[in-house]
């Protein structure tokens, strides 16, 4: 696409509201079940409401291989979008449940970056679905598209962490190849946070988490592979007490853009199962530091239990996991 139509596209996404939206992931913990005398959830009012020619389009069994696959640009039923699948009320309830997994003041935001990365295009919108049934107490939600899949357990509106399934984010509002100030990018906002992170530590500590070989791969059975033995990078193990709440607070603070039960679910994950102990944290120079300004653009924060990789050149792709 050209920049003179993908400008076009943001001026018109700034002007009407977004089509479609997303939810979270799979809950860290056993979900609670509705209680029957109060309204079921927004998912589970989703997945009533379906009519059975709808369930056998887009429900899946709950251990399906496509629970666990994840790409920048991908689709859990290619063949039975969100406009052509669903009628005006269940649209607006997809939307709903896709508002209801970020903060409020982040909504606006990630709502515009959904739909310009559809270019304008029917082809590109959105598609949703479920794995498993009500009965299974992993029973999800999934949305997916083009630099968007979310994942919530349907049992619950409240966040239970990004457990279990990976999610992905990713944007470029204007050019392909972004600058190194990534104007206008929704996701940037990690980006500076894992920079002031990396200041805060010691000249030799940087030294060590400095990386010059490629990143990992991108191909969907690698970008979240959990790494089982430390590799390049500062080993989070040797990091002090302070410096290593210092990176639990950074990576809360970067998934602000989240609803709050979500993150401190993920975040107290992290720190009561020891995670931290087992993690490595490395950033790229070479092509992969935009503008030559040791701000880093790329990085990964990888273990046996988690895998977080944001990769900003040319723009930004970002997967995160961490096992339920």
Request: aromatic residues 12%; neutral net charge; glycine residues 8%.
């Amino acid at each position: 696409m050209n920049d003179f139509n993908r400008r076009s596209l943001i001026k018109a996404a700034g002007a009407s509201a977004a089509l479609f939206a997303l939810k979270p992931l799979a809950g860290l913990s056993e979900p609670a079940r509705a209680d029957e005398s109060k309204v079921d959830p927004l998912p589970m009012q989703l997945y009533k409401g379906l009519r059975d020619e709808q369930k056998q389009k887009i429900c899946l069994p709950v251990d399906h291989k496509s629970r666990q696959f994840i790409s920048n640009w991908w689709y859990v039923h290619k063949e039975h979008r969100i406009p052509d699948t669903f009628d005006a009320e269940q649209q607006e309830l997809i939307q709903n449940i896709f508002d209801s997994l970020h903060r409020p003041e982040f909504q606006a935001t990630v709502n515009k970056q959904v739909e310009i990365d559809q270019y304008g295009a029917a082809k590109n919108a959105p598609s949703v679905g479920f794995f498993g049934t009500p009965d299974d107490d992993n029973f999800e939600f999934i949305y997916t598209g083009h630099h968007v899949t979310r994942r919530c357990n349907a049992h619950s509106d409240t966040g239970l962490g990004f457990g279990g399934a990976p999610i992905f984010y990713g944007h470029f509002p204007d050019k392909f190849n972004e600058t190194k100030d990534h104007p206008g990018n929704p996701y940037w906002y990690q980006g500076k946070l894992f920079n002031e992170f990396v200041q805060a530590l010691s000249g030799k500590q940087q030294e060590l988490g400095l990386v010059s070989n490629k990143p990992r791969s991108e191909k969907p059975d690698a970008v979240i592979r959990k790494n089982n033995s430390r590799g390049p990078g500062l080993n989070c193990a040797e990091l002090s007490k302070d410096q290593q709440k210092l990176l639990a607070e950074t990576m809360r603070k970067m998934m602000s853009i989240f609803r709050e039960d979500d993150v401190a679910a993920t975040v107290a994950a992290i720190e009561t199962r020891g995670v931290l102990d087992r993690l490595h944290v490395s950033w790229f120079d070479g092509k992969y530091d935009i503008g030559s300004d040791k701000v880093w653009d790329t990085w990964q924060i990888e273990g046996p239990e988690m895998v977080w990789y944001f990769r900003g050149q040319p723009h930004i792709h970002s997967y995160f996991h961490l096992k339920s």
